[in-house]
């Protein structure tokens, strides 16, 4: 019988690294105090019940793309790595520049890397990890090399400027990462997904999708921008972020005590306090800058990997858990060996 050639996936699957990260906010800052001067809100009403202190806005036409391609400069200049050497691109946002083209192939237009194939990923801020999982499952399969994954958005453009119950919480940012191959290394251990769709409307976007296409009386309304039940969400977030960061451990064969780092989504620092005191872990394990960028929704955790890796939060060989969760809801957590 004939022999059949040797498939791709018949390799033995390859452990897969972060080798740089890089990260984008943009240069306008809105304070507590500026917020106060836009809606009926108060700088301690917002500190107090938030942790958030200020909030990047991006400049007039600086779109979602352009803040992703900054922050994959950085990853790439960190790596070592040029546009050329990118086999795929992968965006994480719920803020796209355009429905279509994807926000991955504008960047891909951006950065030059003409080799890629691209792509966008939706899954609010849970965007990020969801990406790591895939490039993980494309590089561990001989798929690909090299992936360039990013979590970018711009809140801003959605955020309804008039209700303090949200406008107070976002901000505008990216984050990247490169992953490769490389040899003698765990890299990214595990990473775990889900997903509840029963809970779609307690955070979401009701207009602008072939659902509720725009019209003038939706625009009106404002059912082209985000609607949050906080109470609703920041219940699910504390249990489902609890849930995830226990999964990978498990996942993992590590125990809360071998970790270095914990890096969450940076919506709410009393949620980051509530998973922190059921993880029986201090606060001070934790990477925290959502008192300087709100809420990023996909950029959040990827911006505040890049913080952690450049300010030496935890060495090569050290164990770190991220850990998000967001519209969907999706939640997602990984733990990577750096
Ligand atoms: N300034 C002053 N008062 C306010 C403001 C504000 N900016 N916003 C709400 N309030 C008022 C409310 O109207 C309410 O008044 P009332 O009691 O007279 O009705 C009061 O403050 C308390 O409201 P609560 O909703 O109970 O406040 P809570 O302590 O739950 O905090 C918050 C609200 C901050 C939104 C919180 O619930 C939260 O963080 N939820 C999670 C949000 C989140 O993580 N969202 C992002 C998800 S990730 C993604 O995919 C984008």
Redesign the pocket.
């Known amino acids: 019988m004939k022999k059949l050639p040797r498939t791709k996936t018949r390799q033995p699957a390859r452990t897969v690294s972060i080798i740089g990260t890089g990260s984008y906010v943009p240069e306008k800052i809105i304070t507590n105090a500026d917020?106060e001067k836009m809606?009926?809100?108060?700088e301690e009403?917002?500190t107090s019940?938030?942790g958030i202190r200020e909030r990047r806005i991006a400049a007039e036409g600086e779109h979602t793309s352009h803040m992703a391609a900054r922050a994959a400069e950085r990853a790439m200049e960190q790596a070592g790595i040029t546009a050329e050497d990118i086999d795929l691109i992968i965006l994480a946002t719920?803020t796209p520049d355009t429905f279509f083209p994807s926000t991955a192939c504008h960047v891909q237009r951006l950065l030059g890397a003409r080799k890629a194939a691209c792509f966008d990923i939706s899954a609010?801020?849970?965007g990020f990890l969801y990406g790591i999982e895939v490039a993980q499952q494309f590089i561990s399969n001989h798929t690909c090399n090299t992936i360039l994954v990013i979590g970018a958005d711009k809140?801003s453009s959605i955020v309804n400027w008039q209700d303090?119950?949200?406008?107070?919480?976002?901000g505008d940012g990216a984050g990247a990462a490169i992953l490769r191959y490389r040899a003698g290394s765990h890299g990214v251990i595990t990473t775990f997904m889900g997903s509840d769709g029963n809970y779609g409307d307690i955070?979401h976007m009701p207009g602008g999708g072939c659902a509720l296409p725009v019209t003038k009386e939706n625009f009106e309304q404002r059912l082209n921008t985000?609607h949050?039940n906080?109470?609703e969400?920041?219940k699910q977030?504390v249990t489902s972020m609890l849930a995830a960061a226990n999964k990978a451990l498990e996942q993992s064969g590590l125990t809360i005590e071998d970790l270095t780092c914990i890096i969450p989504?940076q919506?709410?620092l009393?949620?980051i306090e509530a998973l922190a005191e059921r993880l029986n872990l201090p606060l001070s394990k934790f990477q925290i800058n959502l008192d300087r960028y709100g809420?990023t929704?996909a950029a959040a955790v990827a911006i505040a990997l890049d913080e952690a890796n450049r300010t030496g939060r935890f060495k090569q060989g050290d164990y770190i858990l991220m850990v998000v969760?967001?519209?969907?809801l999706?939640y997602a957590s990984s733990v990577v060996q750096w």
Do not use: E, P
């Open positions: 917020l809606v009926d809100t108060n009403w917002i019940r938030t719920v609010a801020c849970s809140l303090r119950n949200t406008c107070v919480l976002f955070l985000l949050m906080g109470r969400t920041f977030a989504h919506a709410n009393r949620i809420n929704s969760f967001g519209g969907g999706t």
